[in-house]
């Protein structure tokens, strides 16, 4: 199995910067499809950035200019760093793995609230 720990969730003013991480453990293999999704309360769950096996990017048309996805290989972390925060931004982001083969995982979702 593959067990996602994400940190760096928390409540921050508009304009102000986060940094979310995603620490991937157990059997897992390097170059696969990370991405951050997010769920804002009564939307449903979107895209925001993702980095695909081939190392393409993907953003979501509202965060382009503003978030930067970003992976360390010999961490299996992927980062998502979050500036110019809005309080659209405001939701609940969960990080996903999808190995080569099997199925996806994941992360339990951190919270991110910005607000004045």
């Known amino acids: 199995q593959v067990q996602l720990v994400e940190s760096g969730g928390g409540l921050v003013q508009p304009g102000e910067s986060l940094r979310l991480s995603c620490a991937a453990s157990?059997?897992?293999?390097?170059?696969?499809?990370m991405g951050w999704y997010r769920q804002a309360q009564g939307n449903q769950r979107e895209l925001v950035a993702a980095?695909?096996?081939?190392?393409?990017?993907n953003y979501a048309d509202s965060v382009k200019g503003r978030f930067t996805i970003s992976r360390d290989n010999a961490k299996n972390t992927v980062y998502l760093q979050m500036n110019s925060l809005k309080p659209e931004d405001t939701a609940v982001y969960y990080c996903?793995?999808?190995?080569?083969?099997?199925?996806?995982?994941w992360g339990q979702g951190t919270q991110v609230t910005v607000s004045s």
């Open positions: 157990g059997s897992i293999v390097r170059n696969t499809y």
């Open positions: 996903y793995l999808l190995p080569t083969m099997g199925r996806g995982y």
């Open positions: 980095i695909t096996n081939g190392g393409s990017l």
